[in-house]
């Protein structure tokens, strides 16, 4: 299977246990790949590569979120900057509880457990009564990671937080999902030879390759036909999983909001014909790369959101788009100075590193420009506190 033919010098090796579990994973897509006759789109190729059963990224054991990639992970997420992440956004979640009358949360992809726990200790602190916290994670190795953190973290709060294996069909209360959209599979498309192509996997010379086929679909057409590529040699993608996930979630609540937090950009800067490259990008042990072949099952694949649909999602679902805007003008919005100023200054040891978290969090350098936060609710007749400041909804 030659598997260093995708292996990037900069990239330290996987042990033989995790090249066991890639090159299993290689042999399923070979499968696949030959029973669709040769030719798999891009989204069905990173939706195995994450998701397959025991043997993708997100479903499989290895460690992905740490601060280092010499502790094993790979990239690290707001939360597991600074537990005043976690606090600040209780208040924007405890708003919309008592605005809607709701008394339960749900939050996706949890990471370690620390945005959950921190949430859940925090919303204690404020007083907001509260049933439940659930918690929908494909990766029984995070689940665990996940219980583990709140049992040692939030012990007196654990009971009231479950695992969901399956959505319900409707839903009141507070939807959660901070780098969750990011990690919806995405198709690729190329502007070459001045007409659209879909771009997708084959299996060439001993290893997986990008193979164009030129896109027939009607409503393909028409959406591509408005991107201004300013010349051949433009890819960029859609975000179908994501805007159908978006549907999904704002069907399901019939009282509350949905709160998402990632990095992206409205349609009109997502589809720039400076962006000619696209966004897809890949995360392995602090290092990233935009080989989406290099080890399959074993590093992140990612692309950025385009919020003008994922908006157009939720509306189309009958929700209300609550707000739009920067991750740091929400956090500041939401109190996160306030939150770093209940840290003594003379306590070095706790200051600096809590201000350097939260400069990270905020400053449009790292992550406060790049990040966004979007918001949809059903029977909140208001916007939040968190929104209200620098609303960009109408960018979208």
């Not at 669709?36 to 998701?51: K, N, S």
């Not at 400053?363 to 620098?390: N, P, Q, Y």
Request: hydrophobic residues 45%.
């Amino acid at each position: 299977m030659n598997p260093k033919a995708h292996q990037p010098d900069s990239l330290p090796a996987p042990g033989p246990s995790a090249l066991a579990q890639s090159e299993a994973l290689i042999a399923q897509l070979r499968a696949e790949l030959e029973t669709a006759g040769g030719w798999l789109p891009f989204d069905r190729y990173m939706e195995r590569a994450l998701y397959a059963p025991g043997l993708g990224y997100y479903s499989g054991g290895a460690r992905k979120f740490g601060l280092r990639g010499d502790d094993g992970s790979d990239f690290v997420t707001a939360p597991e900057l600074s537990p005043l992440f976690a606090e600040t956004l209780a208040r924007p979640l405890a708003e919309a509880l008592q605005a809607s009358g709701t008394r339960h949360l749900m939050e996706f992809g949890a990471g370690t457990g620390k945005l959950a726990s921190g949430v859940l200790n925090a919303l204690d602190a404020l007083g907001v009564a509260f049933d439940s916290y659930s918690i929908v994670d494909l990766s029984g190795e995070l689940r665990e990671r996940q219980r583990e953190t709140i049992e040692a973290t939030a012990p007196a709060l654990a009971a009231k937080v479950r695992w969901l294996d399956a959505l319900p069909a409707q839903f009141e209360g507070v939807v959660i999902g901070n780098e969750v959209l990011d990690a919806m599979p995405v198709r690729l498309f190329a502007f070459t030879d001045s007409a659209w192509h879909e771009r997708g996997v084959v299996w060439r010379n001993e290893v997986f390759a990008f193979a164009d086929r030129p896109v027939t679909s009607a409503a393909d057409v028409a959406f591509l036909a408005d991107i201004e590529t300013g010349g051949d040699d433009y890819v960029t993608e859609t975000h179908d999983a994501a805007r159908a996930f978006t549907r999904t979630i704002c069907t399901m609540l019939t009282r509350g909001a949905a709160i998402f937090i990632d990095y992206g950009f409205p349609r009109h800067e997502y589809y720039h014909a400076q962006r000619a490259q696209g966004t897809l990008m890949c995360h392995y042990r602090h290092r990233a790369h935009g080989d989406p072949f290099v080890y399959p099952g074993l590093q992140d694949i990612t692309a950025h959101v385009e919020f003008t649909g994922i908006a157009e999602a939720g509306v189309e679902a009958g929700a209300d788009l609550l707000g739009f805007t920067s991750q740091a003008r929400f956090l500041l919005n939401a109190g996160i100075t306030e939150a770093l100023s209940g840290i003594d200054p003379s306590d070095a040891g706790r200051f600096l590193p809590a201000a350097n978290a939260v400069q990270k969090l905020l400053s449009e350098a790292e992550m406060g420009e790049l990040f966004k936060v979007i918001g949809f609710s059903r029977g909140i007749g208001d916007t939040l506190v968190a929104f209200s400041s620098g609303d960009r909804s109408h960018s979208l």
